[in-house]
């Protein structure tokens, strides 16, 4: 579709008022913002549990309406998860490279953080790092375009390159998911 920035806009604007349904959800919407706002005055605890079940509710029936939609959905997004790690393009490659550099120079600055968080951030990053370099370098010595992912993928030395790369990525993600989350949790329990 050819719109230019006015039509889309007009679009979304008229949008919650094509039918009774989507009427319905710019109501619910609408409840949920005004309720979020007052509790933010309030902090009434009652209300927040109140919110949240009614926003699981909520996605639970689009859920049970749309179940076999959203159950290929999830396949697709599980599907493409799998394929960016096993068989990632190099624009995603080169993204997790930029992330693995930024965390790494993150932890160089950041002050108040603990040593052994830092030690585990610096190996899995600087592995990862060394990896993408291998990648680079051996790219670069058998003549392969990035861009040319099949022939990448059949050089046994890249594709396990890339693969062990993004296992290491992906330790370095649910480590510093896990991480924060016990941090968290215990900076919580000192505040007590």
Known sequence: MDL?????????????????LTIEILLIFILLFI??????????????IALSALIIFFFSLLVFYFYEDM????N???KTIM???????IIFYILTAIVSLSLLIYNIFKKNNLK?????????????????????????LKNISLIDTVNIY??????VIVLSSQIIFLFLVVYKIIFHFYYIKNEKLKNE
Do not use: G, W
């Open 4 to 20: 230019n920035l006015i039509e889309k806009i007009l679009t979304i604007l008229k949008m919650p008022f094509q039918s009774y």
């Open 35 to 48: 309720f979020l706002i007052y509790n933010e005055r309030r902090k009434n605890k009652k209300v927040k």
């Open 71 to 74: 159950v290929s959905v999830l």
């Open 76 to 78: 697709e997004i599980i």
């Open 83 to 89: 394929r960016c790690f096993y068989f990632p393009n």
């Open 116 to 140: 052994l968080n830092k030690i585990i951030t610096y190996v899995f990053t600087l592995i990862h790092i060394y990896l993408f370099t291998n990648f680079i370098s051996l790219a670069i």
């Open 154 to 159: 059949k050089n046994d030395n890249m594709f």
